[in-house]
């Protein structure tokens, strides 16, 4: 166990991302997206069940298990706990305290202010995982919490920040100990006089329905999706629900969601990761192509150029590059198709997606 928490502090030392544990082989860091061995050392079964036994890990059926450990000096992990070839393994994610603005974070803070301030509605954060949109989100609603008098409910899988509460109250559930699952938590916020809800990830039909009914009744919710783009999250949401009931969905979606914003983590040539957004308002047009379910109007409408409320991720990069944030190569290689950028750098105009 002291081994675990001597990484534990080396990873946050180094600003590691994740910490690597697998039994029988050197433990590993990743750090600016790669994988850094920490030599010399081989991680033994003793101290991996001396580390699960601290985190209250129980064994189970269960093959991935989510937890949250605090090490010695109080900082925070997500862990993620599973089997390879019937040896536990385990991720941890260093997790700090939410200092940074949204802005800080490079976010479009005005627009992401407007949105957290609105009454009702639905918010996506999307991307892949590690994409930063828990830190994301949780500058948001610490944003909310020193500037409007709310009661926030966060449902989650597991905690991953902690928020005290100042101006607002927050009232933090994890699924598992304070809640059985995503949508029994939020079922049973409707009932705890919220303002805000927090859903850590929509997932599953059930969730996705009591999410949108919530934002029908009044209620603003803040939710996370696998997803890699704007287009691809709508889509994603509509697959959710069975066939006969997306027009519902889409005109559900019309008048409630109030953005998307799609996130990718890259190598920052000042910073350790530079962060890229796609993000949409729903507004305008976009309403009208939402209800229709007219997804590749809304891409080709993004495509168009920079307008401020809709931008896509070559448009993203493109800013970061030409303010030397990002290198060309992982400005290129951050582009579903490289060609694009090639395109663009050439002085080619860029047409739809």
């Known amino acids: 166990m002291e081994l675990i928490e001597t990484l534990s502090k ?25 994988l850094i061995e920490i030599e010399d050392t081989l991680l033994s079964a003793e101290d991996m069940d001396k580390f699960l036994d601290s985190c209250g890990f129980e064994p189970s059926d269960d093959k991935e298990v989510d937890l949250a450990w605090l090490n010695g000096e109080g900082q925070r992990f997500r862990v993620n706990i599973f089997e390879s070839l019937g040896s536990r393994c385990a991720v941890l994610r260093p997790l700090a305290e939410v200092t940074a603005s949204m802005l800080e974070l490079g976010l479009p803070s005005e627009r992401l202010q407007n949105w957290f301030s609105r009454n009702h509605g639905l918010i996506l954060f999307t991307g892949a995982t590690g994409s930063g949109k828990s830190t994301s989100l949780a500058s948001g609603l610490t944003w909310v919490n020193n500037n409007f008098k709310k009661h926030i409910i966060t449902i989650e899988d597991p905690v991953e920040y902690l928020i005290e509460s100042k101006q607002s109250l927050i009232s933090q559930r994890q699924v598992g100990s304070d809640t059985n699952s995503f949508y029994d938590g939020l079922r049973s916020s409707l009932r705890q006089s919220p303002d805000i809800i927090f859903v850590g990830e929509i997932r599953d ?48 979606l019309s008048h409630q969601l109030l953005g998307i914003i799609s996130q990718k983590l890259i190598p920052g040539v000042d ?39 809709n931008v896509t991720f070559i448009q993203s990069i493109i800013t970061a590059y030409k303010a030397g944030q990002i290198t060309e190569d992982d400005a290129r290689s951050a582009c579903d198709d490289p060609a694009d950028f090639n395109r663009i750098l050439l002085g080619v105009s860029h047409g739809s997606r």
């Not at 080396?10 to 790669?34: C, F, M, T, W, Y």
């Not at 209620?219 to 287009?231: G, I």
Request: net charge negative.
């Open 271 to 309: 910073t350790l990761l530079h962060l890229l957004v796609e993000h949409v308002e729903n507004s305008g047009a976009i309403k009208k192509w939402l209800e229709g379910g007219e997804l590749t109007k809304i891409s080709d409408f993004m495509a168009q150029g920079n307008l401020g409320d």
């Open 205 to 252: 039909y059930e969730t996705a329905k009591a999410a949108l009914h919530a934002c029908e009744t009044g209620h603003l919710v803040v939710s996370t999706m696998h997803s890699s783009n704007v287009a691809e999250t709508v889509q994603r949401l509509l697959t959710l629900f069975p066939a006969d009931e997306r027009e519902g969905v889409l005109h559900v």
């Open 10 to 34: 080396v990873a946050i030392e180094n600003g590691a991302e994740d910490l690597h544990l697998k039994q029988g082989e050197p433990p590993r860091l990743r750090i600016r997206s790669e």
